[in-house]
């Protein structure tokens, strides 16, 4: 009888067709069988899954196992059940014997075999990760209990300010007290001496109107009165009328105020401004390539960057992306022959103004500065100045240039607005001796809405390497950070050569050259971090020059080495 493959459905008209007999007399195959050669055969048919799964051991499957040269004899029942049939007349004397082995990994499904590949590999991820914890760990530790150590010194500070709020209003109260007691005192002597003076002429004039009547019941107690007598009583000299008594009325001051508030004083809270605007780990984004010398000034108008380096006379102009921040070379502005043919520049400073469509060019070699156009570098106004040093365009227009020993400000067409100096005696606060003054001003920009400049100031290792605030109009310093001698870390600068305001929250950012670094401090100029710092950021060498475009929230680094860094710094 003809059967058919439980595999491939094929016709086996043959013994030598059939591959492998199952007990159910179902068949595998020659090409069925050989495939399954090498690999174990499953417990039942593959056609009526004979024997039932029920009837077989749970450890146990079915295995066929090829003997070459020979024949299988056996009159055991047992055995027999177990044994097939020789597939073919013409192979070689084998025998299939069906037997019982436990499970083995080898028995396992591919699924299942690479499952646990996959997790064997899990596993040596986890062990990578496992060995990596520990130091994001510590890391987050760190860094928590940094913020933590910030919280309370933000706290004792807080606490140490309410103490001293709590002071001045007892002692503003007790002034008060003072000035209510003594203004007490004279009302009340004032309207003692009303009460008197006029009680007492009122007396007066009761007594004589007294004196007048005595004087008329005599003269009608004698009976007859001359007429002589009766006309000195009708004589006399006597105002019948009362005194007038004066209205008194209190005008007290109105220090109670109509919404019931507080009548010593009020409390003004005000929000302290943080770092909260400016990114804590600023983003390197790209780079301006340059040549080997220094960069001396950097300008933003509107998205070209204006570029100059030390001696060269050449403002680069180049295009930032809007996606990509690699900046490219778009055209060059010559700054020679602007004033005669033998004038050579050497660009110590620029500044672009918004609002004049302008860019300004400081020459330190021949004390000018020129005022250009951006599109063609057409020579629009220019002027004389003494011992430049840096310069910077404020919010309205006018040009600030900081001079040997003092701050001018000219206007557009060169014109002197004012010049602005510290007094010398404000040195005195932080240095003794002839060159202890403050009279070396490297960058002034104009700071907390125009009324003030924020100055950074430094000669050499024995003067005062620090940045203060002063009046726009007095030149008065009120505030400063750091000293001499230069000093690295939180406490001081060595050489700050250029400085950028943070117009939203009034941070100021600075230029430390030779600590290589950028420094942000807070509105008061207290220190508040490195904002960018070699140590963290490679590329950072020796900075020059600041920019920040405020509007995209970028800040252009100029450096000794002719590369300017491009940051993402503001949210």
């Not at 004279?186 to 009547?213: F, H, K, P, Y």
């Not at 505030?479 to 230069?486: E, I, K």
Request: aromatic content about 6%; overall charge negative.
């Amino acid at each position: 009888m003809s059967k058919n493959c439980c595999v491939c459905q094929r016709t086996l008209e043959a013994d030598a067709d059939v591959g492998h007999l199952f007990v159910c007399s179902h068949a595998l195959c020659v090409v069925c069988f050989d495939g399954y050669g090498n690999h174990p055969l499953r417990q039942v048919c593959f056609t009526c899954a004979t024997p039932d799964a029920a009837d077989l051991p749970e450890t146990a499957v079915w295995q066929t196992m090829e003997k070459s040269n020979t024949l299988l004899v056996d009159s055991d029942a047992e055995d027999s059940d177990r044994t097939g049939k020789s597939p073919a007349k013409g192979h070689s004397k084998s025998s299939f014997i069906v037997i019982y082995r436990p499970i083995g990994p080898e028995d396992r499904p591919l699924e299942k075999l690479v499952g646990d590949l996959e997790m064997d590999d899990d596993d040596d991820d986890d062990d990578a990760m496992t060995s990596r914890r520990p130091k994001e760990l510590e890391r987050f530790l760190r860094s928590m209990t940094e913020k933590r150590t910030e919280a309370e010194k933000k706290e004792a500070a807080f606490e140490a300010r309410v103490e001293e709020v709590r002071k001045e209003i007892a002692k503003h109260a007790k002034m008060c007290r003072s000035l209510i007691d003594r203004d007490e005192a004279r009302l009340l002597q004032q309207l003692e001496e009303t009460r008197a003076a006029t009680l007492a002429e009122s007396r007066a004039m009761r007594d004589g109107v007294g004196a007048v009547i005595d004087r008329a019941r005599q003269l009608m107690a004698k009976g007859q009165p001359t007429e002589r007598d009766v006309e000195q009583v009708l004589s006399a000299r006597v105002n019948p009328c009362p005194v007038q008594m004066q209205e008194i009325q209190v005008a007290l001051n109105n220090i109670a105020p109509k919404d019931e508030g507080n009548v010593v004083a009020r409390l003004c809270f005000q929000t302290i401004p943080d770092d909260s605007a400016v990114l804590s780990l600023p983003a390197l984004i790209g780079s301006i390539p340059g040549n080997s010398f220094p960069v001396t000034g950097i300008a933003v108008l509107d998205r070209e960057v204006f570029v100059v380096n030390d001696t060269d006379p050449e403002v680069f102009v180049f295009r930032v992306g809007t996606v990509s921040f690699h900046a490219t070379h778009k055209r060059s502005l010559p700054l020679l022959h602007l004033l005669s043919p033998s004038v050579v520049p050497s660009p110590l400073d620029l500044d672009a103004c918004p609002r004049n469509r302008c860019v300004y060019v400081l020459d330190a070699h021949n004390s000018q500065v020129y005022r250009l156009d951006p599109a063609d570098g057409y020579l629009v106004a220019w002027w004389a100045v003494r011992s430049p040093r840096n310069l910077s365009v404020t919010s309205s227009g006018s040009v600030l240039v900081t001079e040997e020993g003092k701050v001018v400000e000219y206007d557009p067409k060169g014109r002197t607005i004012r010049s602005i100096s510290p007094p010398s005696k404000f040195s005195s606060l932080l240095l003794s001796g002839d060159r202890a003054s403050m009279r070396h001003p490297r960058h002034a920009v104009e700071f907390d809405g125009g009324s003030g400049l924020v100055v950074s100031d430094f000669l050499d290792d024995r003067t005062p390497h620090v940045v203060y605030v002063t009046e726009r109009c007095k030149g008065t310093p009120s505030r400063w950070h750091g000293n001499a001698p230069p000093a690295s870390g939180a406490d001081g600068f060595d050489e700050p050569r250029h400085l950028a305001v943070v117009d939203v929250s009034g941070h100021v950012m600075v230029a430390d050259r030779k600590n290589n670094r950028v420094v942000l401090l807070n509105r008061k100029l207290e220190y508040v971090r490195d904002l960018v710092k070699d140590s963290e950021v490679k590329e950072v060498r020796s900075p020059m020059r600041l920019r920040l475009d405020q509007a995209r929230g970028h800040l252009y680094v100029g450096q000794s080495n002719g590369v300017t860094l491009i940051f993402r710094v503001l949210l």
